[in-house]
């Protein structure tokens, strides 16, 4: 681990650098990790106090996570020299130019700088241009949209400005900002494979425009491609590591590398958020919700992520905070497709459906690419008994992002619903696909194959076997393998699955109609079998239960006692009390 | 999504569409032009009308046409001679400056549309009637039109600009450095001060390019040339100069380059693409799907899937393109695809776009259709060789058209599992039927695969009738007829012995059921939608523009000028429905088969003839395929296998790539039936057990293939004179053929066993075979089977001693106007000599008085039986002739036939002594 010390003090070099070219979210990027690194205790003044959260109870709740994982032996990090500005001082064009920018004028930025040459006016006014076309371009979504649908707009100026850059690439004048504005043109050009060489070139020679990074992380869709990339040792490698196996499904290596990551930047609120994200991936909603509280009493006006935060307080059925949060985002950006989406899922708990499709359709037209409110629309409508625009509304979220195993599960439900079992398994099968280790999707995919329509139940149980063997928190899938066994005709079986069914409840310490059920099969099983002694165990804890079954089970003792003392007479007196 | 989306159908005003007004306003003046266009004939002012016609309603493509293929397409309708439309067109077009040009435009557009009370106008004054398909377009555009929002309006001045700046720029690449000076402003497009400019430029340009377009336009369209034009395009905007975004634009859009390449175009700007309409857009993939079901795998996978995605990046919400993609990776056989495809295209569209979609009445039916999903599903699976997977499919999709009640969709799926009953194997589904098949097992009775089978078609048949689905009703029938032919019907509920035989194979019964489905052809017409024929003509006519080309430019060289016959509608398009025609052809093609099973071989031939001639263009490939198959069988039969294998050839090289198999079989059955004629019995036992191996293949146990091919082995051990393993074969086949009810096949294989018991000298065991596969042929109305079982029948009684002679012949002269008319060389030459063999034996006879009787047979057996290259029964033929010959004294004729006895002897001795040219075809 390179030191704290160089760390921020090229982070503080990177954020002047990228807002003076305008690249406002890559500054902002930086920033925040800038004050996320750990102070040293021996030079902290009392103003700086308040950033710091390091006594809160997170920290010390999660500490041991820290621990364990292992940092990286023998890397040795590249050091790259800061890059040096061609003009210590900007012109006046360019002061005149920036302005502009910031009042988001940009194509009048783009003219004040048309005969300068220097490397930063002349990224800016591509970027300008870039940003002019991508404006204009949003516009004409809504103003060409034709009967079929929206027309596919195209950013103008992707022409010009892909020739003028390649050219100053091969002058080799264009420096690592050119190479990124060069790289999201190739992109959008859909020239993916040389956009990845141009970003894979403009972050290794400048590593701290997270923007760059990100773009990258974009076109990286398979480890293959990922690992393919000839990438220095950044410290910002790890960042972009992290966050890319995240988005290729790889959680607990994104885990990993975040906690290693916090080593340095303690205290970096994008580093938690991108935690909890993991962590809901890997369902462990307890530590995101403890670190979304977390989140929010350091960072109160936050509104990204929040949306995970909700979905988290809606699993977890916490109506009252879900309304608070909803009522603090509200205030913050009533505009933003996340504050959307949590007013959604917030009426979709209070079982408001028609108020939540609202609110999601709401979000869906800021965005209209936004993932979430698409399935959860999806949601709201199998809800709302509504299948048809519910089958719809998935599969546009699957056609956003193929690998999304929600949209497909829902629309297997939704088949399901409509009495197509047969249908529904295709989607079915595609979820678990997609997210082998979810019980749940096994689960109902199983379900699927017993409906009556189908009754395939030797496929059932193997999807009840593979729900058994990751983790199945409700616990139905045993209990389902034991009842489709014995409908099988295979007693030994089902008294097997019946068994670790019951030690199963027996360790969560639940109780209830299962358990009578598998305590009575296993007593009746025991007695065929001719195991009186485990049989008699059985019957006897039936005998705490109330119900028919208690009386099921002093007869079957009574039986077995007769039969029993019938066989072996000599053996009378164990019995007695 | 049910809320989003706007309902289809609207329609957007483009630059292709306002040129279309402008040449509507030439077409039809209004009252306040003073002076109307001068037409030179009336003829002229019709094609005029005729060419917009076509324009509005063509579904060749899916874009709107640029301007320069527009101007050249009214080249070709007016002669290059008269370039006054061009011209009017080109400046009306330019002088569309501002937004208020355009807001005058269209009122003056107005003016074109007669009123209720324009009939009191003098009779010259052409008037556009509001609801004629011109004048509904007109007032379309003028709608879509006034409903633009002034940014609309921005957008349509800008594309009008960009259409005719393509147009021009198409020829003007050469002098596109003289006005980059001038244009490179343009770069900041939406900036409407510079139109000005642009049109002047436009104006100052146009007679430059008329004419270097009258100068290029022959060249354009071959090949070579338009690579020289780009390359001087890409040579000059090589210097990437950043003042260039002009030249490169044009470039990028040259028309020359472009039009047919859809790849090249995917990254360019799409602010010169516009699709057409709804309507037409509807047209064009109804025509690709026709010809995706017809051409099937010559279709090119890439090119059509480029196509298609450029129509979704257009028209996202247009979900029948992802049904055309689904189609386009069926006929490509790729699975994946098509799966996916398929069920994203019933997740968006829920099923109510379909083909045979009616809409639901007063709304009722708000829950989709997704059980036209489940059928289409069904239906892939089978396609792609997964009967089990198919049958849960389709069985689910009763289930649910029962439960909304859509009794259309339970026709189509019920008729749908008829035809997987009937295509795969019967042993194979014994085991699906039993455990889930639910419709059925409601009836209460356990029924076997048949009677299944039978149940259900009648059940659709009954339904489709009910609902008048024609189509359905027709292939109904066929199945119906299909299923007459081949399966004893009984009385269902009664069984046993006693239940009166009523057979329903009879020829009589099967050609009703045949005449039912061609009722068809006159019925179609209720159904067929006006916009397959109405589109396709339009694009006929319009393709036709294309084709006279070349007559056109060199009359255009030649001075004349006239090009009229670039106007006569070459090709009529037919008026029946692609579907129609397959049904029809396949009705011949299932006569073809029931008159080769009843033993009618000529008629057989002719409708198998007629199949090959009338309906190969509209009929699948591997029906085709079939055709020809019975073509060349026919051939084998009665001309010998030197033609037969010729025309083989022929047919292998016309279906190359599809239904390779049925072809590879037809070619192992001529070579079995050659090399056992011929004596090569190793070959012969080759071929079989390819043969054998062919029937059952992956995708299920073909029974049929799988009795020829046991038939066949049964007869090659017969052959090699292995009598009891002949039998043997021949026994278990039997059983075989009892148990899953091939009638047909029983009285064949009940012959076999007559001959072989015949063969093997214990004619008193033959007889009752024979006598069994008589009953059985008469039964099923199989009459040249049955003379040929009579034939057996004779040679066994004459085999039995020469006082049975008589009673030989007299069978024999019996089934001889039968064998003669409609049997093949061997069965003819077989009855000859057995004819001759009765006399000879025949103690009465004497050979000196009646020589000629005898004589005469035996020398048509052996011309028959030497084309066949039949030793065998040759030498025996020889052999008869020359102890005739002996008998008469005449020995140099004695001596003659004992030679060609030698020769056929030694033939059939030495089977591979000589070079067999098609002993390696396989």
Redesign the interface.
Known sequence: MNSKESCRSELRIAIRQLSDRCLYTASKWAAEQLTGIEQDPANFTPSNTRFQWGSSSIRRRFRTNEITSTPIAGVSYVSTPVMEEDDAVDGDFYLLAKSYFDCREYRRAAHVLRDQTGKKSVFLRCYALYLAGEKRKEEEVIELEGPLGKSDSVNRELVSLERELSTLRKNGSIGPFGLYLYGLVLKEKGSENVARTVLVESVNSYPWNWNAWSELQSLCTTIDTLNSLNLNNHWMKDFFLASAYQEIRMHSESLAKYEYLQGTFGYSNYIQAQIAKAQYSLREFQQVETIFEELLRNDPYRVEDMDMYSNVLYANECSSALSYLAHRVFMTDKYRPESCCIIGNYYSLKGQHEKSVMYFRRALKLNKNYLSAWTLMGHEYIEMKNTPAAVDAYRRAIDINPCDYRAWYGLGQAYEMMGMPFYALHYFRKSVFLQPNDSRLWISMAHCYETDQLRMLEEAIKCYRRAANCNDREAIALHQLAKLQYELGRPEEAAFYYKKDLERMEAEEREGPNMVEALLYLATYYKTQKRFEEAEVYCTRLLDFTGPEKETAKSLLRGMRTTQSGFSSMNVEHFSP | ??????P?????ITPHKVSVCILLQIYAPSVQISLPFPFASVAQHNRLGLFLLALTKSCDDILEPKLDELISQLREVFGVLNPRFVDHLTTRLSALSSPDDLFNFFTEMRGILGGPESCALEDEQVILDPASNLGMFLRRCILAFNLL?F??VC?LLTNIGVYCKEALSSCASYETTCFEDSSSNL????EYENMDLENFVFKKVTEEIEARKRASERVSFHLHAPKALFDLVEDIEAP?D?KS?HS??VG?TSPYVHPPNYALK??E???GIF?RT?WQIQGYLQEQADALEKNGSSFSLNAFELILRQLH??????HRVHFLRYLNSLCHDDYFAA?ENL??YF??S?GTEGIDFVPPASGSN???R??I??LF?GMMHFQFGHPKQAL??LT?AV??SQ?LSNDTCLAYTLAAICNLLSEIGVSNTAGILGS?F?PLTSIGISLSVQQQLFVLLRGSLKRAESLKLKRLVASNHLAMAKFDLTHVQRPLVSFGPKASMKLRTCPTNVCKELRLSSHLISEFGFESSTMTTDGAFSTAWLKNLQKPLGSAILSQENGSGSNENAFQFCVQPSSIPGSVLQLIGSSYLLRATAWELYGSAPLARINALVYATCFTDASSSSDAALAYVKLIQHLAVFRGYKEAFAALKIAEEKFLSVSKSRILILKLQLLHERALHRGHLKLAQQVCDELGVLASSVTGVDMELKTEASLRHARTLLAANQYSEAAAVAHSLFCMCYKFNLQVENATVLLLLAEVHKRSGNAVLGLPYALASLSFCQSFNLDLLKASATLTLAELWLSLGSNHAKRALSLIQGALPMILGHGGLELRARAYIAEAKCYLSDPSFSVSENSEVVLDPLSQASVELQVLEYHELAAETFYLMATVFHKLGQLEEREEAANSFKKHMMALKNPLDDEDPLFNVL
Do not use: T
């Open positions: 999504m049910a809320g989003i989306v706007k289809p159908g609207e329609f957007s929002a940014e609309g957008h770069e900041a497009f939406p990437a950043p975004k490169d634009k990028e995917e990254f700007p799409n602010s699709l709804n990046k257009l028209a996202p919400e247009l799966l069920h994203r997740d968006y829920a708000s829950f989709g997704y059980e999903a489940l599903l849960e499919v689910e289930r649910v439960q889930s639910s």
